[in-house]
């Protein structure tokens, strides 16, 4: 089983201009990956950032800057809009990873998942951080190349040659992903590289 995970599409990131500018084209990306991976019988979560205002759940750069970020039950916690998150279990985390301080590896267990696709904001952080830790984990890893962005395309590219190269994570398309959920390989990741 293959399970999309779609992590971080809130308004908070997307008040980032280099985010903004490309949020319409990761909207549809992420609903064409959506509609294909539910259509196909597999499992999609929304993973989202939240923090408490009372400091107990900030990260280290949150506590020192003294400036809290995307509070439970803010805009900027809500999913940003045009996303088809009707019916999708959701998943909360506090920290990059989706793994970290979650039940993810369990819901993934309980789906009898052994591979992710991440897809969301942003590529050098938290999708980066997850995907590592899936690895950590040995659940595989596709990344979601049309589905996913960053503020930093340097940054971004760097840490996905890192995890393709010594995780052997890759890097495919809608296309490409769209194809293995209905080609006949029962969802696994069978004759990949």
Same mark, same amino acid.
């Given at each position: 089983?293959? %399970?999309?995970?779609?992590?971080?599409?809130?308004?908070?990131?997307?008040? *980032?201009?280099?985010l903004?500018?490309?949020?319409?084209?990761?909207? *549809?990306?992420?609903?064409?990956?959506?509609?294909g991976?539910? /259509?196909?019988?597999?499992?999609?979560?929304l993973?989202?950032?939240?923090?408490?205002?009372?400091?107990?759940?900030?990260?280290?750069?949150?506590?020192?800057?003294?400036?809290g970020?995307?509070?439970?039950? /803010?805009?900027?916690?809500? %999913?940003?809009?045009?996303? %088809?998150?009707?019916?999708l279990?959701?998943?909360?985390?506090?920290?990059?990873? *989706?793994?970290?301080?979650?039940?993810?590896? @369990?819901?993934?267990?309980?789906?009898? %998942?052994?591979?992710?696709?991440?897809?969301?904001?942003?590529?050098?952080?938290? !999708?980066?951080?997850?995907? *590592?830790?899936?690895?950590?984990?040995?659940?595989?890893?596709?990344?979601?190349?049309?589905?996913?962005? /960053?503020?930093? @395309?340097?940054?971004a590219?760097?840490?996905?040659?890192?995890?393709?190269?010594?995780?052997?994570?890759?890097?495919? @398309?809608?296309?490409? !992903?769209?194809?293995?959920? @209905?080609?006949?390989?029962?969802?696994t990741?069978?004759?990949?590289?």
């Amino acid at each position: 089983m293959i %399970a999309l995970l779609i992590i971080d599409m809130q308004n908070a990131y997307f008040e *980032a201009p280099e985010l903004a500018a490309k949020q319409e084209r990761l909207v *549809a990306s992420c609903n064409r990956l959506l509609e294909g991976f539910t /259509s196909n019988g597999h499992k999609a979560l929304l993973v989202g950032t939240e923090h408490e205002r009372d400091k107990s759940t900030w990260t280290l750069n949150m506590l020192d800057d003294d400036q809290g970020f995307i509070f439970r039950g /803010s805009e900027q916690a809500e %999913a940003v809009p045009g996303l %088809a998150t009707a019916g999708l279990p959701q998943l909360t985390k506090t920290r990059d990873s *989706a793994f970290m301080g979650t039940n993810l590896l @369990s819901r993934l267990r309980n789906w009898n %998942a052994d591979e992710v696709v991440l897809a969301g904001v942003s590529t050098h952080n938290c !999708i980066a951080q997850t995907g *590592a830790d899936a690895f950590a984990h040995n659940i595989r890893v596709t990344y979601a190349q049309d589905a996913m962005a /960053s503020e930093d @395309s340097g940054d971004a590219a760097d840490m996905l040659r890192i995890l393709s190269s010594t995780y052997r994570q890759p890097v495919e @398309s809608n296309d490409e !992903i769209l194809a293995r959920l @209905s080609g006949g390989q029962n969802g696994t990741a069978g004759g990949r590289t």
